[in-house]
C-alpha cells in the first residue's frame, strides 16, 4: 500500500527523524507507530519512524508532518510537496543490537550495517540507548573497535594535507574538571614548526570542552578550507569538531551518550581515533588520566586502554601513543570557560597553576619528540621565551579573536565562598562534584560560571579558609549549584599529611 500526501515541517523537540500521520492514513496503511516508512518524490527518497496522531490534533488526514530539531533545521522535504509513503521493514540493525545485548561479539559485517543504519537515521534514540547501554555493559573487543573505527571514517567529511607536513594531533579521553592543556600543547608545538590543527569538542559531561573556553577568545566554527587557511598561516588551530561533518555517526551517538553519561571505552576509542583520522592526523597523542573519580579509576585499566588506542591506531594507519596522567582532582584552579581562559592566559605568561603548566610541557615534550623538533626541555624554553604565547595570540586572532578582554568582568556576579570546617590537609578533591556544581552554576553554556580552587590536594589549611568560590550565572543557578554541597562536600580534609604522588606520566 502507497499513499500520497502533502508534506507539512515542524520543529518538534525531541522527535527527530519522526514522521507523524492521521490515525486513519496510519489505519490505511497498517500501522500502528514506530514502524518505519519510506517518503519519497522522483528525486528522493528518506526513511522516518512513523508516530500516529490517535487524535487528529497534530495533522490533518492527508497530511504527513515531518520533524524538524529546531526551526532553523534545514528541510529535506519541502511544506506543500507530495510525496509517496509506504511502510518498510525495521532495519537490520534492531537484530545487531539485540546482539550485543546478549554480550556476543559483533562481525566486521553487523558493525557496518549499524554504522549505515545509524547514519541514515534508521534508528531512533531509543534503539541506540539501547545499543549504548549494552556497549557500555558488555564492551567491545579490539576487532570490533577497528571495524567501528574504519566504519565511522567512511561517512562525512574529511581533511587533507600536503603530502610532506606532519600532521600532529593531541586529545585527552576527558573527566577531569579544568584540564585544559590543549591550547598550551597547540602553541607550543606550532611554535616548531609542526601542524596540528586541533578540532576539539564542546562539553559532553563536564562543565567545558576546550571549544567551548577557546570561544571566550575567538570564534570555533569553521569550514574545512578556512581551518586549512589558519593552519597554513599560523600552523595550528583550536576548532570545534562539530562544526564540520567529521564522522557524523559518532556525533549521532555522542548526542545519546549525553544525557545517559554513558562514555563506554571501546567507543571512546573508536570516537576519538576516526575523527583524528577525518582530520588528517598521523601521530596522535592520547592523554589518558586515572585515578578516584575519573573515567579510568585504575593504573591498570589505563595502561590497557593505552594498549587499545595503539594497537587500534596501527591498524587504521596512525602512530598513536598514550601518556597516562595522575586525574583523581581537577587540573589547575579554573572550572568552566571564562576561569580556565584565565588559567590558560596565566601559564601562556609563565605563572598559572603548576599542575597545569607541568601537564602541558610534559604533553607538548612528547608530541615533539614524536615530530623529531626535541623534547620536554625544548618545550620548557618555547613557554619561558614568550614563543608560546606569541604563537597563542596568533592563532586566536587568525580565527577572527581577541586576547584583549577583561576576563574577571565576564564572571557571573552570584557568587558563594565554601569554607574549611576545619584545619588540616587537603587529602581528596571530588572531580564529579566540582564539575557537578559548575555545571549547576550555568557552565558552559554561559561562560562565567564556574568554581575557582584556591586550595589543591596536598595543601594545608586553616578553619575559616576559602576552599574554594563558586561563580553563577544568576541566583537561581547559584541555589541549585549549593544543592549540591548540601549533601556532600567535594574537599576532604584530614588531620595528618598524606604522600601526594604529583604525577604519573
Known amino acids: 500500500m502507497v499513499l500520497k500526501l502533502k508534506v507539512k515541517n515542524l520543529p518538534i523537540y525531541g522527535a527527530e527523524n519522526h514522521a507523524f500521520l492521521h490515525w486513519k492514513d496510519g489505519r490505511k496503511l497498517n500501522l500502528l507507530g514506530g514502524e518505519r516508512i519510506k517518503v519519497s518524490t522522483r528525486f528522493k527518497s528518506k526513511t522516518y519512524i512513523v508516530k500516529i496522531d490517535k487524535e487528529g490534533n497534530l495533522v490533518k488526514e492527508g497530511e504527513i508532518v515531518l520533524s524538524q530539531t529546531s526551526a532553523s533545521t534545514k528541510t529535506y522535504f519541502k511544506d ?81 594535507w600536503p603530502f610532506h607536513w606532519k600532521i600532529m594531533d593531541k586529545h585527552s579521553i576527558g573527566g577531569v574538571p579544568g584540564n585544559r592543556t590543549t591550547p598550551l600543547v597547540v602553541s607550543i608545538v606550532a611554535s616548531t614548526g609542526l601542524k596540528i590543527p586541533k578540532t576539539s569538542s564542546r562539553s559532553i559531561t563536564s562543565p567545558a570542552g576546550t571549544a567551548d573556553t577557546i570561544e571566550v577568545v575567538a570564534p570555533v566554527e569553521f569550514s574545512a578550507n578556512e581551518i586549512k587557511r589558519i593552519v597554513k598561516k599560523t600552523n595550528g ?50 592523554d589518558i588520566p586515572y585515578g578516584e573519580g575519573s573515567k579510568v579509576e585504575t593504573l591498570q585499566e589505563a595502561e590497557m586502554m593505552a594498549e587499545k588506542f595503539k594497537i587500534v591506531g596501527a591498524k587504521v594507519d596512525m602512530v598513536v601513543e598514550s601518556v597516562i596522567t595522575k586525574g583523581d582532582e581537577p587540573i589547575g584552579r579554573g572550572i568552566g570557560p571564562v576561569l580556565e581562559m584565565i588559567d590558560i592566559i596565566a601559564v601562556l605568561h609563565n605563572r598559572g597553576p603548576s599542575d597545569l603548566k607541568t601537564k602541558a610541557l610534559e604533553l607538548a615534550g612528547q608530541i615533539l619528540q614524536m615530530g623529531g623538533k626535541g623534547d620536554i626541555e625544548t618545550a620548557k624554553q618555547i613557554l619561558q621565551q614568550g614563543k608560546a604565547y606569541k604563537k597563542f595570540k596568533e592563532i586566536i586572532e587568525a580565527q577572527g579573536g581577541s586576547l584583549h578582554k577583561a576576563f574577571t568582568d565576564m564572571l557571573g556576579t552570584a557568587t558563594y565562598e565554601v569554607k574549611a570546617d576545619q584545619k588540616g590537609y587537603i587529602t581528596h578533591i571530588s572531580n564529579k562534584l566540582i564539575a557537578e556544581i559548575a555545571k549547576r552554576a550555568g557552565a558552559p553554556s554561559f561562560k562565567g560560571a564556574g568554581v575557582y580552587l584556591y586550595k589543591k590536594k596536598g595543601e594545608a589549611v586553616k578553619k575559616g579558609e576559602v576552599l574554594f568560590k563558586i561563580y553563577a550565572q544568576n541566583e537561581k543557578k547559584l541555589d541549585y549549584a549549593l544543592e549540591v554541597l548540601k549533601k556532600e562536600n567535594p574537599y576532604r580534609i584530614t588531620q595528618k599529611q598524606a604522600y601526594i604522588v604529583e604525577k604519573v606520566f
Not at 567529521?246 to 570516537?271: C, M, N, T, W
Request: charged share 30%.
Open 80 to 160: 506543500g510537496c507530495i510525496v509517496q509513503v509506504k511502510p518498510v521493514e525495521s532495519p537490520k540493525s534492531k537484530h545487531i543490537i539485540k546482539k550485543k545485548i546478549e554480550g556476543k561479539e559483533l562481525s566486521s559485517a553487523e558493525i557496518k550495517q549499524l554504522v549505515e543504519d545509524i547514519y541514515y537515521d534508521r534508528l531512533d534514540k531509543i534503539e541506540l540507548a539501547g545499543f549504548i547501554t549494552a556497549v557500555y555493559i558488555q564492551g567491545y573487543s579490539i576487532r570490533e573497535t577497528t571495524a567501528l573505527t574504519k566504519e565511522m571514517y567512511k561517512y562525512g567529511d574529511r581533511i587533507t
Open 237 to 286: 588551530c583550536l576548532v570545534w569538531g562539530g562544526a564540520l561533518d567529521l564522522a557524523p555517526v559518532d556525533d549521532k551517538l555522542i548526542r545519546v551518550e549525553h544525557p545517559l553519561s554513558l562514555d563506554p571505552e571501546g567507543q571512546v576509542i573508536a570516537s576519538i581515533l576516526s575523527k583524528k583520522k577525518s582530520v588528517g592526523s598521523k601521530y596522535v597523542l592520547i
